[in-house]
């Protein structure tokens, strides 16, 4: 079955950068289009093109305006007979490139995302809300590991910090509000929980997360090309480990 991209709005982001938005609910209908069109980024670009950065149920596309003005010019002393349109702003001829692409965009069932397993060392000093959490759910910590660990979770987007995964998926059962008073200083690889949400910080930072674990593996790679261990469309599955398996890992 073919799906094919055909409800969508466009807007500019100041002189330089366009968002496509493909819906309004954060669900994996809008995400598998985001996707659709990440995909198709990838491939294809056109002269001026930065960057895209999907996210929840957008792809925003940066571009270099100069650079596709002359892009235009380009395609008009290779093509004589082509109309070069030289009234169009930058921001018009992206857009109805990005009005054509989106015609072409489709997608086919395609194979299953990639599946990522995390280990994560919960509760203690790697986990000091493990025992709010499971106060405020009326479970004992160890089923909350238990339902943090028993569903695969989307991501949706990387945003935050770099390489912070926006998950979806989470069992509501083990939500918790956001504390009300931010952390001025969270480990790297530490596992939270704010609402009906969970993450993974990837690199030391303030936060207002409920604190669940921690992971060894690192998500933030800046020597890396990608920089970051994750991406949209990935799914993340946690295990649990020990402390003395955490610190095996972490002198990999």
């Given at each position: 079955?073919?799906?094919?991209?055909?409800?969508?709005?466009?807007?500019?982001?100041?002189?330089?950068?366009?968002?496509?938005?493909?819906?309004?609910?954060?669900?994996?209908?809008?995400?598998?289009?985001?996707?659709?069109?990440?995909?198709?980024?990838?491939?294809?670009?056109?002269?001026?093109?930065?960057?895209?950065?999907?996210?929840?149920?957008?792809?925003?596309?940066?571009?270099?305006?100069?650079?596709?003005?002359?892009?235009?010019?380009?395609?008009?002393?290779?093509?004589?007979?082509?109309?070069?349109?030289?009234?169009?702003?930058?921001?018009?001829?992206?857009?109805?490139?990005?009005?054509?692409?989106?015609?072409?965009?489709?997608?086919?069932?395609?194979?299953?995302?990639?599946?990522v397993e995390i280990p994560v060392c919960y509760g203690g000093e790697f986990g000091p809300d493990l025992e709010f959490v499971a106060a405020q759910n009326g479970m004992s910590t160890t089923e909350v590991i238990q339902i943090h660990c028993s569903?695969?979770?989307?991501?949706?987007?990387?945003?935050?910090?770099?390489?912070?995964?926006?998950?979806?998926?989470?069992?509501?059962?083990?939500?918790?509000?956001?504390?009300?008073?931010?952390?001025?200083?969270?480990?790297?690889?530490?596992?939270?929980?704010?609402?009906?949400?969970?993450?993974?910080?990837?690199?030391?930072?303030?936060?207002?997360?409920?604190?669940?674990?921690?992971?060894?593996?690192?998500?933030?790679?800046?020597?890396?090309?990608?920089?970051?261990?994750?991406?949209?469309?990935?799914?993340?599955?946690?295990?649990?480990?020990?402390?003395?398996?955490?610190?095996?890992?972490?002198?990999?």
């Open positions: 079955m073919v799906a094919k991209i055909t409800n969508y709005e466009m807007a500019s982001l100041g002189d330089s950068a366009i968002m496509v938005s493909l819906g309004n609910q954060v669900d994996e209908a809008t995400h598998q289009r985001v996707m659709m069109l990440s995909h198709y980024l990838e491939q294809h670009s056109f002269y001026g093109m930065i960057e895209y950065i999907p996210a929840y149920t957008s792809v925003t596309i940066v571009y270099e305006p100069l650079q596709v003005y002359m892009g235009m010019l380009q395609r008009a002393e290779a093509d004589p007979e082509a109309d070069p349109e030289l009234d169009l702003s930058p921001y018009e001829i992206v857009s109805k490139w990005l009005e054509s692409a989106l015609q072409q965009v489709q997608h086919t069932a395609a194979a299953e995302p990639a599946l569903r695969d979770y989307l991501v949706y987007m990387l945003g935050f910090a770099p390489g912070f995964p926006y998950l979806g998926g989470m069992d509501e059962r083990i939500s918790a509000p956001r504390k009300q008073t931010p952390r001025l200083v969270i480990p790297s690889g530490t596992v939270g929980i704010a609402g009906e949400q969970t993450g993974i910080y990837p690199i030391s930072t303030p936060g207002g997360w409920q604190l669940i674990g921690r992971t060894p593996v690192s998500l933030f790679l800046p020597d890396k090309n990608p920089p970051t261990l994750l991406k949209a469309g990935n799914r993340i599955r946690f295990y649990p480990i020990s402390p003395i398996e955490y610190d095996q890992w972490s002198r990999i």
